[in-house]
T-cell receptor, first 114, second 115 residues
Framework: DAGITQSPRHKVTETGTPVTLRCHQT?????MYWYRQDPGHGLRLIHY???????DKGEVSDGYSVSRSKTEDFLLTLESATSSQTSVYFC?????????????FGQGTRLTVV | AQSVTQLGSHVSVSEGALVLLRCNYS??????LFWYVQYPNQGLQLLLK??????LVKGINGFEAEFKKSETSFHLTKPSAHMSDAAEYFC?????????????FGGGTRVLVKP
């Protein structure tokens, strides 16, 4: 699992409330990503980070924000949760393997917005 | 922009039979292609990757995939299915093998293995 921990693993929240998901890595990799997984869509990129305080938007960034104040932590915030954000969220890191890189994924956070 | 299409959201195979999962991609640059497997309630695990070396790529657990540029395909196969192969499989493409590459995923194919 390349030292990736996501928390919480499960969460139920109410519509309109803010929610923060945490991704923690133990190996100081530069690149970190947040994806959401929905049936039929595979995984879609929400936001990614290429260093402390350096982040950028992915394919489905509306309604989400991120922060990275330390190399090891990448936070995903749903500013005002909606039912359409019910999903499984995965954090990933990009590991340099010399000639190419490989992505490693966390165990996922199942978020339900009611 | 890149895209990935996986034909068939569900595949059912008998134990011992061939597993064939189809993946077609669209990319404006030479692609780097990946297959991932996801077991229930777990994250994604890399099965294999194509990074412009050999077109036939061997991965873990007896899986292999062949890159065919003319067909823009990267189909995944395993000669003989095992019960433990029941999982969801994702094909993904990246436009770069450099650090920081972002992945675009297909919709996934769930494999059911019948005894």
């Amino acid at each position: 699992d390349a030292g990736i921990t996501q928390s919480p693993r499960h969460k139920v929240t109410e519509t309109g409330t803010p929610v923060t998901l945490r991704c923690h890595q133990t190996e100081n990799h530069r690149y970190m990503y947040w994806y959401r997984q929905d049936p039929g869509h595979g995984l879609r990129l929400i936001h990614y980070s290429y260093g402390v305080k350096d982040t950028d938007k992915g394919e489905v960034s509306d309604g989400y924000s991120v922060s990275r104040s330390k190399t090891e932590d990448f936070l995903l915030t749903l500013e005002s949760a909606t039912s359409s954000q019910t999903s499984v969220y995965f954090c990933a890191i990009s590991v340099d393997r010399g000639a190419n890189t490989e992505a490693f994924f966390g165990q996922g956070t199942r978020l339900t917005v009611v | 922009a890149q895209s990935v299409t996986q034909l068939g959201s569900h595949v059912s195979v008998s134990e011992g039979a061939l597993v064939l999962l189809r993946c077609n991609y669209s990319s404006s640059v030479p692609p780097y292609l990946f297959w991932y497997v996801q077991y229930p309630n777990q994250g994604l695990q890399l099965l294999l990757k194509y990074t412009s070396a050999a077109t036939l790529v061997k991965g873990i657990n007896g899986f292999e995939a062949e890159f065919k540029k003319s067909e823009t395909s990267f189909h995944l196969t395993k000669p003989s299915a095992h019960m433990s192969d029941a999982a969801e499989y994702f094909c993904a493409v990246s436009d770069s093998r450099a650090a920081g590459n972002k992945l675009t995923f297909g919709g996934g194919t769930r494999v059911l293995v019948k005894p």
